[in-house]
């Protein structure tokens, strides 16, 4: 009988140019049916990660060539400390804010224009938003998750921000359909949404078991280029915060810049084609 020996593919990241912060595991205020993150019954859970993890990691990376720190949860918009966290991150880079858009409204959109003016770098929203028509995005987002995000749509392009909309193709249809359905909400919104607007990903199906003989050697993965950290520690990328198959180590002072590719969430990266988390900025030249 011949032995088989079965090796795991891994990937090594080319440059540290993404910096995910994770603000909050488990804290937000929906409960989207396809969200990756298995979350508690309690919306009340208070696992916000301490500033001085970030100052600690901000100057542990002073040395690498970060284009972005993105600024990710659960919600991250639910830290008490959130404004001053993003204010000390954008003396770093630009910030990208991962949000459902709850907490935007036009007072909020104008002071966060009036912190964006405070430097150089820019505050870029990332809204989640997964269906253009109102039903079946609150089917799977929560009732009153399409009004909210429109609102801070309207309330953050009032303000001269450009909004990217995350969509999960949850349904699963045709992308130029999506875009131009999503394209006609905005301009009702009064914003004059482009085609690098949109950040389309393939439906995740976290229960699927992981299948065998994938070929990575194409894969266009957020570990390549990024690492997350999180109140515990840093892991590859946002889909494997504190799982620890994603674990590269506790502190950017000795962190791992390989990882395995093991996990389901491996090959829904792989069958995404563009990386889930991180802006392509070439789109925006
Ligand atoms: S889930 Fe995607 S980004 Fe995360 S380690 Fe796997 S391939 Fe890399």
């Given at each position: 009988m011949k032995n088989i020996i079965f090796q795991t593919p891994t990937c090594n990241m080319i440059e540290l140019n993404n910096l995910f912060i994770e603000l909050t595991a488990k804290n937000c205020n929906q409960r989207c049916k396809h969200c990756y993150i298995d979350f508690p019954?309690?919306?009340?859970?208070?696992d916000f990660i301490p500033f001085d993890n970030i100052k600690k990691a901000l100057n542990d990376t002073k040395n690498e060539n970060i284009m972005c720190i993105y600024l990710t949860?659960?919600?991250?918009?639910?830290?008490?400390d959130f404004n001053l966290i993003l204010r000390t991150c954008l003396k770093r880079s630009n910030v990208c804010i991962f949000t459902n858009?709850?907490?935007?409204n036009e007072k909020k959109a104008r002071f966060l224009k009036r912190v964006e003016e405070e430097g150089n770098n820019e505050i870029i929203f990332k809204l989640s938003i997964d269906h253009y028509d109102e039903l079946k995005n609150d089917e799977i987002r929560s009732r009153g998750s399409y009004r909210t995000v429109i609102h801070a749509i309207k309330s953050l392009t009032k303000y001269g921000f450009n909004p990217i909309l995350s969509i999960t193709n949850y349904y699963n249809e045709d992308k130029k359909t999506l875009i131009n359905e999503f394209k006609k909400i905005c301009i009702k919104a009064g914003f004059d949404a482009q085609d690098n607007n949109f950040t389309i990903n393939e439906f995740f199906d976290k229960n699927k078991p992981v299948c065998e003989?994938?070929?990575?050697?194409q894969i266009n993965s957020d570990c390549k280029y990024g690492r997350i950290l999180t109140a515990k520690g840093i892991y590859s990328c946002p889909f494997l915060a504190n799982d620890h198959r994603g674990r590269c180590g506790s502190?950017?002072?000795?962190?791992?810049?390989h990882n395995t590719l093991e996990t389901n969430f491996c090959e829904a990266c792989m069958k995404n084609k563009?990386?889930?988390?991180?802006?392509?900025f070439n789109l925006f030249q």
């Open positions: 019954l309690s919306k009340q859970v208070k949860g659960a919600e991250p918009m639910t830290h008490p858009g709850s907490f935007i003989n994938i070929d990575y050697s502190e950017f002072t000795d962190f791992a810049r563009e990386r889930y988390f991180g802006i392509n």
